[in-house]
């Protein structure tokens, strides 16, 4: 199997627990009180399903999907718009992976290798956009 193969099974295993993006934005927005401002007015239900999307796209341009739809995310997040900072990225990794050995069963620390490895283009594709 693949790295993204392994990445891909993971992915399912977690968004079958239905914590899983609950726990993420909990983590996430315990990283700095910068990163829970952002995220006052948000209807966390409604972005929890987004995410659930855009780890998705993260995963499938690894796999040789278009990247056009992480570029849209780039455009969205960058200083014009959202204004996430570069530095902001580890902190959302960090807060995924935490995440991940929470409910993935069978993750391991070859798995969490794997995922990083899988993401890092996708996650540069939208920093950079910056
Ligand atoms: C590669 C990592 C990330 C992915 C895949 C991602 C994905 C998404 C998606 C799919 C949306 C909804 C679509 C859109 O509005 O364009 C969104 C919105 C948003 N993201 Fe991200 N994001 C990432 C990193 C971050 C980081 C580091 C922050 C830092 C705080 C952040 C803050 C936000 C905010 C504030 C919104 C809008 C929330 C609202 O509508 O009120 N994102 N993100």
């Known amino acids: 199997m693949t790295k993204s193969d392994l990445v891909f099974q993971s992915y399912g295993r977690c968004c079958s627990r239905d ?14 009180d910068a990163i829970r401002n952002r995220f006052v007015n948000t209807d966390m239900a409604a972005q929890r399903h987004l995410l659930r999307n855009g ?7 690894a796999r040789g999907m278009p990247d056009r739809k992480l570029r849209a995310l780039g455009e969205s997040h960058n200083r014009s718009n959202y204004n996430i900072k570069p530095e902001w990225y580890e902190f959302w990794l960090d807060a995924l992976m935490k995440t991940v050995r929470q409910h993935d069963p069978e993750n391991t620390p070859e798995l969490e290798k794997a995922w990083r490895e899988v993401l890092a283009p996708g996650i540069e594709l939208i920093r950079g956009a910056y």
């Open 55 to 61: 780890i998705m796209q993260l995963i499938l341009t």
């Open 19 to 32: 914590e899983f993006f609950v726990d993420f934005y909990d983590h996430f927005m315990s990283s700095s």
